[in-house]
């Protein structure tokens, strides 16, 4: 909710790597996805750094959804569906801690890695070319 911008797209992926963990412990193999226009749905209030940081010291929402007509209602927005190949993920007992961890960060790259493809492969369809995404 916090990292809408008017001039890029946002994500919060770098430090997300539970459910690579999930898959790594499973051994299930995570398909990367991307969907176009979902940041543009709705914006927040108050939109500052000190609202996102107690948001996330405190894991709640502070804050309001604000959409059409300043309502939570969303704004119409095109969708754009893009998925990517499987990654293979190898199954890794949690118990060998050294090797789990040296698998989660492996896939957790690939991972991002092809977030990052499949948004540069796709965004001109969308129509946002000019518009780069921030991976944080």
Do not use: C
């Amino acid at each position: 909710m916090y990292m809408k911008d008017p001039r890029k797209e946002r994500i919060k992926l770098l430090n997300r790597k539970g459910f690579v963990r999930v898959a790594v412990e499973t051994g299930t193999s995570i398909i990367p996805v991307y969907h176009f226009g979902s940041t543009q749905t709705l914006g927040a209030w108050p939109q500052s750094a000190a609202a996102a940081g107690l948001s996330r010291k405190y894991r709640v929402a502070i804050g309001f959804p604000i959409g059409r007509w300043l309502t939570p209602v969303p704004h119409q927005v095109q969708f754009f569906q893009v998925a990517g190949a499987p990654i293979p993920v190898p199954r890794v007992d949690p118990a060998d801690k050294e090797a789990f961890s040296k698998a989660v960060d492996e896939v957790h790259a690939k991972v991002v890695d092809a977030v990052k493809g499949l948004y540069d492969r796709h965004k001109a369809e969308y129509g946002w070319e000019d518009r780069p995404l921030v991976i944080e």
